[in-house]
């Protein structure tokens, strides 16, 4: 996997990196291993939907850290309010991205739904959020969609808008995820201005 470099000159940053049920989700290790190479601590957080599609068993190795999904297993072994893993790590957290996020994550997201360690911990976190939308051209466009995106802007989250290209239904249209050194960077430039 070719990275965009060790030689972080950059600060630095702990990421929460949310992966959703698209089928872009492998990007996802590609990212992953990028933003480690570059110093970044990334701790990896899949939706029930992403694990269907890509495993821990990918991103552990690549993050070095443990991967999180289930809200409440990840919570563990009985003792409440020991450790409420979801708020914790949201509180150590410099930036959260969501790469690649579904039609319905971003419409999870837009209603403050909480009920996954993604969207909980995503309305627990207080600093810069970036969205990385990937789905087929026709979900991207449709007014419900539109409509969530606005949502979240006004919220302040940061969206990377889709590329154009060939999309995996086989249409050609706007929905792939933007280029993995592209979210580096605004994820980099990001983290830049919170810091
Ligand atoms: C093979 C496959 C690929 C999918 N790719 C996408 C996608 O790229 N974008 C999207 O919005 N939904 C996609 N979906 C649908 C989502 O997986 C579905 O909406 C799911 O509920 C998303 O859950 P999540 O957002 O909690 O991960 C795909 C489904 C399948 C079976």
Same mark, same amino acid.
């Given at each position: ?35 480690? !190479?570059? *110093?970044?601590? =990334?701790?990896? /957080?899949?939706?029930?939907?992403? +694990?269907? &599609? @890509?495993?821990? %068993? ?20 009985? !003792?409440? *309010?020991?450790? =409420?893993?979801? /708020?914790?790590?949201?509180?150590? +957290?410099? &930036? @959260?991205?969501? %790469? ?28 810069? /959020? ?10 991207? %466009? ?54």
């Amino acid at each position: 996997m070719s990275g965009t470099g060790s030689e972080a000159a950059v600060r630095p940053l702990r990421i929460v990196l949310g992966v959703t049920g698209s089928i872009a989700a492998y990007k996802a290790a590609d990212l992953t291993s990028r933003l480690a !190479a570059r *110093g970044h601590e =990334v701790h990896v /957080v899949l939706t029930r939907a992403a +694990a269907q &599609l @890509v495993g821990p %068993a990918t991103f552990h190795p690549l993050s070095g850290n443990p991967v999180r999904g289930e809200l409440f297993e990840a919570e563990g072994s009985g !003792a409440l *309010g020991a450790r =409420v893993e979801h /708020v914790g790590l949201a509180d150590r +957290a410099d &930036l @959260v991205c969501i %790469a690649p996020a579904t039609a319905h994550t971003i419409a999870r997201l837009a209603l403050g739904v909480a009920d996954d360690f993604l969207s909980t911990l995503v309305l627990a976190f207080a600093g810069p /959020v970036l969205v990385a939308p990937a789905m087929n051209d026709n979900m991207w %466009a449709h007014p419900a969609v539109v409509r969530n995106v606005e949502t979240l802007r006004g919220f302040g989250y940061h969206i990377i808008e889709p590329d154009s290209g060939a999309l995996a239904c086989g249409r050609t249209g706007t929905g792939r995820l933007a280029d993995p050194a592209r979210i580096v960077e605004r994820i980099e430039r990001l983290g830049e201005r919170a810091g």
